[in-house]
């Protein structure tokens, strides 16, 4: 008669109960060999971004408190790599979608506009999509301000300089009314009325922190390697023997630290930065400089507004490059000098030097921007930012002679960096 294992005969030899147990013993080990293999691309072991983690973003869908409606949808994609120790957890092109919560317009000049967007999905690389908790934290060189919960709150227009303008031109016009239809003239074309509402075009940079720990278990491969070949690495290290650590003004004072090193053409530089959405300046001419009169007063962007010559190799800079959101007063930007060196298959070496510009430093004797004193993120904003085009073969962070971590900007203001410069290989097909 055939023995049933679950209700085994009272007559079971011992051999037997030994046999049964040896069987089940190793069914348990089985399956729990099963449960312990990783699933296919998936890490063996499990992490976590803890709260607080800072994602940086990209708007793929233009907002507006003029023309956005509450609920519509909302992406963006992330357009930085975010490690868990080493590995690459969630990798750039990673697409986050939510939609605008709450939207109210500027109702008199002491009103700001407000607006909410909350992202709830992040949709990683085919893989289904997951719920995250995050607020936005902060739009990079926005005027407008974020509240603690996400909200972004605007302007208001009482504060506007080109407020304070046509305050003083109606003003004007009343003394002058032989003048009116002049100074009517120049509110219209050169000040304007304030413009109040949040208007966020597509390619907006975000950054959005974590409110919950975001399980990660899947790994990806990073975008570009992080070591450059042998060759390329000596080639750069030889030319960092003998350069200067600093830029400096035309009479000689110390100006920006050099952060960055790129291989590569002029054209693919040219090419690359489009790309990535920044902008050659003009040269200072009438033209530019009223278009920056007008934008200081309205309080709005002007991308190609000209910089100031810093010096390298006794001239100023080859090519010089700026990125601005809807505000004068912030905006990224640097400068790059051509090297005499060259790479080994004969690529250009550049050297250059990025700072992010914060706001307005007005001191006794000094108009300028100020400068945020972390160099090493405006180094780290250049290069996710060239990565992000995919026109990038590898990155690498290296340290040259008597590296410079600190000092002073020409207008005084403190900076700080770990010393090291971004070395950035473009393709070069």
């Not at 011992?14 to 729990?32: G, P």
């Not at 920006?256 to 990535?276: E, H, K, R, W, Y």
């Not at 060196?341 to 550049?350: L, N, Q, V």
């Not at 904003?381 to 340290?399: F, M, N, R």
Request: charged residues 15%; contains cysteine.
């Amino acid at each position: 008669m055939k023995q049933n294992w679950f209700f085994p005969n009272p007559q079971t030899t011992e051999s037997h109960k030994l046999a049964r147990t040896a069987s089940l013993n190793l069914t348990a080990f089985v399956v729990a060999l099963l449960f312990a293999l990783p699933a296919r691309g998936v890490s063996t072991s499990a992490a976590s971004l803890p709260a607080g983690t800072v994602l940086y973003i990209r708007l793929t869908t233009p907002v507006s408190t003029a023309t956005s409606k509450v609920h519509a949808t909302v992406t963006a994609r992330v357009v930085r790599e975010v490690l868990a120790g080493n590995s690459v957890v969630i990798p750039l092109g990673t697409v986050l979608e939510g939609d605008i919560e709450k939207i109210a317009k500027s109702t008199d000049p002491d009103t700001p506009a407000l607006l909410l967007l909350k992202f709830s999905k992040l949709e990683l690389p085919q893989e289904k999509p997951v719920a995250i908790s995050c607020h936005l934290s902060q739009v990079e060189n926005a005027r407008e301000s974020v509240l603690a919960d996400g909200s972004i709150l605007g302007v208001k227009s009482s504060q506007m300089g080109s407020t304070y303008v046509n305050d003083a031109l109606g003003k004007l016009e009343q003394s002058l009314p032989g003048l009116s239809s002049t100074i009517q003239g120049v509110q219209k074309k050169q000040v304007g009325a304030p413009a109040v509402d949040i208007v966020f075009p597509a390619g907006t940079d975000m950054q959005v922190a974590l409110d919950q720990a975001l399980p990660v278990e899947k790994t990806y491969a990073a975008a570009v390697p992080e070591t450059l070949p042998g060759n390329l690495a000596t080639a750069v290290h030889a030319l960092l023997t003998g350069v200067p650590q600093r830029s400096e003004t035309a009479d000689g004072k110390p100006g920006d630290p050099l952060n960055l090193v790129i291989i590569g053409s002029q054209q693919q530089i040219t090419n690359a930065f489009a790309q990535a959405g920044w902008i050659i300046p003009r040269p200072k001419q009438n033209q530019s400089i009223l278009k920056t009169v007008q934008a200081v007063i309205q309080d709005q962007g002007y991308g190609a507004a000209p910089i100031s010559n810093l010096y390298l190799f006794a001239r100023p800079q080859d090519l010089a490059f700026e990125k601005v959101l809807d505000t004068f007063n912030m905006r990224h930007h640097l400068r790059l000098w051509r090297s005499t060196a060259k790479t080994p298959d004969g690529r250009e070496i550049w050297i250059g030097a990025a700072v992010h510009d914060t706001g307005i430093d007005i001191h006794p004797g000094v108009v300028s921007h100020a400068t945020d004193p972390n160099l090493d993120e405006e180094r780290a904003k250049v290069g996710a930012d060239l990565l992000d085009t995919s026109l990038v073969s590898a990155e690498a962070l290296i340290i040259p002679p008597q590296p410079l971590t600190q000092g002073l900007t020409g207008t005084g203001g403190a900076w700080h960096t770990d010393g090291k410069l971004l070395v950035i290989n473009l393709r070069t097909n």
